[in-house]
């Protein structure tokens, strides 16, 4: 297959790093980046859960919220989860800083995107750890191989929050009303794989479909 025709086929992935659901649906994205290794590439867009101005307090009242949906999804797919931040006071969920980070790996290198947006979602949902802090995301994308200190330098810059917020923009010109979005492309053509969390042996089949 040339070259032409794979960057003529890509899985569009909208997620976010700090979604329960994109945290389930994690093996399926990358069985799908697997199965299609050489035929198409997973471009990750961000969507923007809550980020920046929407973001909220971590407290009683949000924990309350989203804990059912954490126990919904570990029970549907079987990904692990720490209920360990639920016990923690003053965090903001924020999932703006991690997007960032997420950004600024794949403007370094495309194919680590999906690995560091994996990486940053394992050490918030299975690890309990609170990735809103820059200075905990920064060892998260040097365990990738990403310069950790410059990472640093420009998490507050304005070039990396315009292209962060880019994505947001362009997850809502896709029309990614929910996460995970996945959104098929063959050259003009785009069409949409799933919107939700759904198996991989139900999606390999239509992408196959698709990209036929």
């Not at 990614?176 to 089949?205: C, H, M, N, W």
Request: glycine share 8%; aromatic share 10%; charged share 20%.
């Amino acid at each position: 297959m040339s070259q032409q025709a794979i960057a003529a086929r890509e899985i569009i992935y909208v997620g976010d790093p700090m979604c329960s659901w994109c945290w389930g649906f994690a093996p399926v994205i990358q069985t799908l980046q697997q199965h299609f290794a050489g035929t198409a590439d997973v471009r990750l867009i961000l969507g923007g859960l809550r980020p920046g101005s929407r973001s909220e307090p971590f407290d009683q009242s949000l924990k309350s919220t989203i804990r059912p949906h954490w126990e919904r999804v570990a029970a549907l797919t079987g990904q692990p989860f720490n209920y360990e931040l639920f016990e923690r006071e003053g965090m903001v969920f924020d999932t703006e800083p991690p997007s960032r980070a997420v950004v600024f790996a794949r403007q370094d290198d495309p194919a680590l995107a999906l690995p560091v947006f994996c990486a940053i979602e394992a050490a918030f949902f299975r690890d309990a750890i609170d990735v809103t802090q820059p200075d905990v995301l920064a060892p998260l994308l040097a365990g990738q191989g990403l310069d950790a200190d410059r990472f640093l330098a420009e998490f507050d810059g304005p070039a990396l929050g315009r292209r962060t917020r880019a994505d947001f923009t362009m997850a809502g010109r896709l029309g990614a009303e929910g996460f995970p979005t996945v959104i098929l492309r063959k050259r003009a053509q785009l069409a949409p794989l799933t919107v939700g969390y759904s198996s991989a042996d139900l999606l390999l089949p239509a992408a196959e479909k698709f990209f036929e």
